[in-house]
């Protein structure tokens, strides 16, 4: 069946969708780009491109410009009342004027010398709120004035292009449209407004006119600490309350700020002066009226909650040329993120006496200083950065001329990627032991070279005669052996320049092995505990403003405040409560520079130095003990050994000298070496050693006892016998290697 068509239904008006014309398509666009052009506009009269510190920076300079006025005024005036008193004096000489009219004229010139002498003294402080808003108004209407102004006079222009094109010169007429077409379609482009920025004055941000600090001056020219005042309790407005420290912008409203939290804290604080603005925070002086700034510290906490600051942010450090006043640090980044690094050192650019810098303090002064005399302690926790700071001390004295460094660390990697540049590396008890008693003998030795040499009351150093400086990492994991040898080279070492650096994860005598802690010249504390604080720096060193305890060790993730310290007795610097952060070197770089000083040439002992030791006693406690029949009862706990043999029980590269000479001695080593290459071993025990020996020689070597072959190899320059490491059972048995005496050879 054949299906029926349907006819066609006829489509209602309604469904029908007409083109828009070109006409209606260029209106719609007009009016769009007006829009465009409106908002622009209007964006522009508010101002809104106007960024916020080029607003503070105009009313600085705006402020700065009529302070300038002022003294130019003021100058003018003083000018004018010189050249009346000037002329009424001429007039008095000529019997024309008075007396009494040259004296007041002279007291005017004198009021009106005071007025400029203040002027000019004044310090222009920041804007104020109200000053930026003028200027910004003040903009505002000028560009108003701007917009009405080009208005009116387009109309004439206008005018006169349309009348020249009706007398056949178009020129003006091409120029104005062609204008206004490009000007239409700069300002119709899609418009986005920036909205309205926060009032905030940007980080670092210092209004030129303004002095690095604020500090008045006393008429000889010394600083006044505080000396500008911002604000004081009495100037504080009615029924304030405190707010956080984001809400000030201005020295006023910090001073505000801080002066409202102290009083709801119950914290002493009267006056806040000399405000400054870093890119990490704010900084002023804060003065107490009652007691000392220690009420700041105890109340920090509660204020760091006022100032909604994270923990640490409030740091204050109490002043000791003024002690009813503090630096008060308002910490809200990182102080030390601008820290300069540390300048590149040449292998012996330096010589041990100069100071280097190592660091940064919170205020972003350098910390610079020199070890030469200088024994030193460095506590820090696990985590605390103590072998950083190691390394940026190495980092220096490695670079000098005339100084030969030692590596002591009986747990740890000690100086680690410097250790081409360090002379002597000692790990084992053993090792470090032999290396404290060395430098213990050469210290007594070298006082009594002193006065042969014509040095006086201190070792003259130089690259022939050079100082020594002894890095000690983990001293509390060290020996009681080794603690009582550095205890004895701290008191006798300064003035030989033989000096040590000990680092420990604790200050208190329960880690020293003895109370140490406060018999250094030098000592520097990070992260710890409390009582750490009070054992380095002195039981009241926490209500001083020591505040080492309140920093954060690294953990694996974050460094936090590893190599951040409060130091005392850097030579030419007061002792003061300043936190400094110690700058941190790239391994690799510490070991290209490690390499460099290697290649430079590294330094050994002066002879005059070694020749000294000869006639010098050992302390009792490392001399054998005898029985009635003097037989040996207790063997030396450590022996003094030559340089070269301290050297090689180190794994150092002796110092380059001729072949042993023929005699009892070499032939002694080269029957030592034999025998070990004939059983293919490396090392042997003294006993089997010698056992081998007398099968191996029995005319030479039968009838000798132990003690008499360690005689002989002594004279041979092969040293006492050394700890071998396990070998079958024993753990550590005492002999020799064979590639250490093969070396002699």
Not at 146 to 156: D, E, K, M, R, T
Request: aromatic share 4%; hydrophobic share 40%; net charge negative.
């Amino acid at each position: 069946m054949a299906t029926e068509a349907q006819p066609d239904v006829e489509k209602q008006p309604t469904d029908i969708v007409t083109e828009p014309t070109r006409g209606d398509r260029a209106k719609a666009a007009f009016a769009v780009q007006r829009g465009h052009v409106g908002a622009r506009v209007k964006d522009w009269l508010a101002g809104g491109d106007l960024d916020h510190a080029d607003i503070i920076q105009a009313a600085t300079e705006r402020k700065q410009r009529k302070h300038n006025e002022k003294i130019a005024h003021q100058n003018r005036i003083v000018a004018e009342a010189h050249g009346n008193l000037y002329n009424a004096k001429l007039q008095a000489e000529n019997g024309d004027g008075r007396s009494s009219g040259v004296a007041h004229l002279g007291g005017r010139v004198a009021a009106e010398e005071s007025k400029l002498a203040a002027l000019q003294n004044t310090l222009v402080m920041p804007p104020t709120d109200r000053e930026i808003a003028n200027v910004r108004h003040a903009k505002k209407a000028g560009r108003a004035g701007i917009l009405a102004g080009g208005g009116l006079a387009s109309v004439p222009l206008l005018g006169m292009a349309i009348e020249q094109a009706a007398h056949g010169q178009p020129l003006i007429l091409g120029i104005v449209a062609a204008g206004a077409s490009w000007g239409w379609y700069v300002i119709s482009r899609p418009f986005v407004g920036r909205g309205e920025q926060a009032g905030e004055v940007p980080f670092g941000l210092t209004p030129a006119s303004l002095p690095a600090t604020f500090q008045g001056e006393l008429p000889g020219g010394a600083p006044i600490v505080g000396g500008n005042v911002v604000m004081s309790v009495e100037q504080l407005p009615e029924g304030a309350k405190p707010f956080p420290i984001r809400g000030a912008r201005t020295p006023d409203q910090l001073a505000q700020c801080v002066l409202l939290a102290a009083r709801a804290e119950g914290v002493p604080i009267v006056e806040v002066s000399d405000v400054q603005r870093h890119p990490w925070g704010w900084q002023c002086i804060v003065r107490v009226s009652d007691g000392t700034p220690e009420a700041i510290i105890e109340k920090s906490g509660d204020l760091e909650t006022k100032f909604d600051l994270p923990a640490n942010g409030v740091r204050p450090q109490p002043i000791k040329a003024r002690r009813a006043c503090a630096v008060l640090r308002l910490v809200e980044g990182n102080p030390f993120a601008t820290a300069p690094g540390l300048p590149y050192r040449a292998p012996k650019s330096l010589s041990i006496t100069d100071r280097f810098r190592i660091g940064t303090s919170v205020g972003g002064d350098p910390l610079e200083l020199s070890l030469a005399g200088v024994m030193g302690l460095w506590v820090a926790a696990s985590g605390g950065g103590k072998t950083g700071i190691l390394q940026a001390l190495a980092e220096g004295v490695t670079a000098c001329r005339d100084n030969i460094t030692i590596d002591l660390d009986p747990f740890g990697d000690g100086l680690e990627d410097l250790g081409d540049a360090v002379r002597i590396t000692a790990r084992t008890n053993e090792q470090i032991e032999a290396v404290l008693l060395f430098f213990l003998v050469m210290a007594k030795g070298r006082a009594r070279l002193r006065a042969k040499l014509g040095m006086g009351k201190k070792w003259k150093v130089s690259p022939e005669r050079p100082a020594v400086t002894i890095f000690f990492d983990e001293l509390p994991k060290a020996s009681a052996l080794a603690k009582r040898l550095y205890n004895d080279l701290l008191l006798v070492g300064r003035k030989e320049l033989i000096v040590e650096q000990a680092a420990a994860q604790g200050g208190q005598s329960s880690y020293l092995g003895a109370n140490i802690a406060q018999m250094v010249a030098l000592a520097a504390v990070g992260p710890c505990k409390v009582e750490d604080t009070r054992s380095v720096f002195g039981d009241g060193s926490v209500r001083e403003g020591y505040l080492p305890h309140k920093l954060s060790p690294a953990t694996a993730t974050d460094p936090k405040d590893a190599g951040h310290i409060f130091i005392q007795g850097v030579p030419g610097m007061a002792d003061e409560p300043i936190e400094y952060a110690v700058h941190e070197v790239p391994s690799a770089v510490l070991r290209q520079l490690a390499q460099e000083r290697l290649e430079a040439g590294l330094l050994d002992p002066d002879q005059d130095s070694l020749d000294a030791m000869k006639n010098v006693d050992l302390p009792e406690y490392v001399l054998p003990t005898y029985d009635n029949d003097g037989n040996i009862k207790k063997p030396a706990p450590v022996e003094l050994l030559t340089w070269d043999q301290l050297l090689r029980l180190c794994d150092a590269q002796p110092a380059e000298r001729g072949p042993l000479e023929d005699g009892a001695p070499r032939m002694a080593v080269e029957d030592s070496v034999a025998v070990m290459e004939k059983a293919d071993v490396d090392r042997m025990k003294t006993e089997t050693l010698l056992a081998a020996l007398q099968d191996y020689e029995p005319d030479v070597y039968g009838q000798m006892t132990a003690e008499e072959f360690k005689a002989l190899m002594k004279t041979a320059d092969a040293g006492a016998p050394i700890s071998l490491g396990p070998i079958g059972e024993e753990k550590s048995p005492r002999g020799f290697k064979r590639d250490r005496l093969r070396h002699l050879l």
